[in-house]
């Protein structure tokens, strides 16, 4: 296999660091174009280290230079202004431009299981779905009217040692070894997606520079989609406690804690299954080998050896104790 030249935009992050890592070790010839803030994933001595704000187009383009890549993959764009930035600069300097969007791009709620690339994109609960949709928007368009080389990319819930799935986070795991009681949304019935981002990276990673990827979708999310329920009982487990489950409304978590609701009401209080067949096409070697079972363990493990990242939310914890105190069932 030919070696590419790739330039991470972002890099350092859940999601992205791990790509970083798989393309290194695959023998391409990476370089990273990030703040330079993150400390806590490291990357392999042999990427190449470019230092800029993202969202400063002046910045990336002093630090960039004349550089021309094989492969972008745009981890930091949000907002269809910044992609319709890129297709600018990037336009006769890639042979391919790789979007991450994201599956909260779906329709919500789905009409139909399990979800596909086919499915239609709206969700008219959350602004941070929506701008992802005007990005890629951007693309079909330049792809369509000028053949930009682009691909887009559609991951759910992917998350590392540090990024504990549940409302709460930390907080919640501090509430399950205190004895006190977490709220988990709805009846916890319902299927939620997770993908570990070692996992994510072999689809992405496979991706690039792919002959027949350019102008397409994909949704990159694996198999492993277990109930709310099963996924606070296992943190429960891993953190070596029995939790008590409380179930309230979506709704009323949404208005008891606002910053939360968008993200609860336009996705995780639906269930998403994904049919990731398309991607297995190309790349057939991808698919789900860490399950959160498994994953919740390395995650309590990580943060006990890590106190600094320990952190309780008391505004969430308190907000959690008035959901509790008015809720009118609780279930073990």
Known sequence: MRSKRILFVGGSGVISAPSVRLAVQQGHVVTVLNRGQSGVRSLPAEVETLHADATDGAAVDAALGGREFDVVAQFRAFTPDHVAADIARFTDRTGQYVFISSASAYQKPPLRLPVTESTPLRNPYWQYSRDKIACEDELVKAYRETGF?????????????????????????????????????????????????????????????????????????????????????????????????????????????????????????????????????????????????????????????NPEWRKIDPTLDAAFDRLVEAAPVRSQ
Do not use: N
């Open 149 to 305: 080389p682009a691909t887009i990319v559609r991951p759910s819930h992917t998350y590392d040692q540090t990024l504990i799935p549940t409302t709460g986070g930390w907080t919640d795991v501090a509430r399950m070894r205190a004895g006190k009681p977490v709220v988990v949304h709805g009846d916890g019935t319902t299927q939620w997606t997770l993908t570990h981002s070692d996992d994510f990276a072999v689809a992405f990673v496979g991706l690039l520079r792919h002959p027949v990827a350019i102008g397409d979708s994909f949704t990159i999310t694996g198999t492993h989609a277990p109930t709310w329920d099963q996924i606070y009982g296992w943190l429960g487990e891993a953190a070596g406690a029995r939790p008590e489950l409380v179930h309230v409304a979506s709704a009323t978590i949404a208005a008891t804690i606002p910053d939360h609701g968008d993200a609860l009401i336009g996705d995780k209080a639906h269930s998403m299954v994904f049919d990731c067949s398309k991607v297995t096409t190309l790349v057939p070697e991808f698919r789900t080998t860490i399950r959160y079972d498994e994953a919740a363990y390395q995650q309590v493990e990580w943060f006990d050896a």
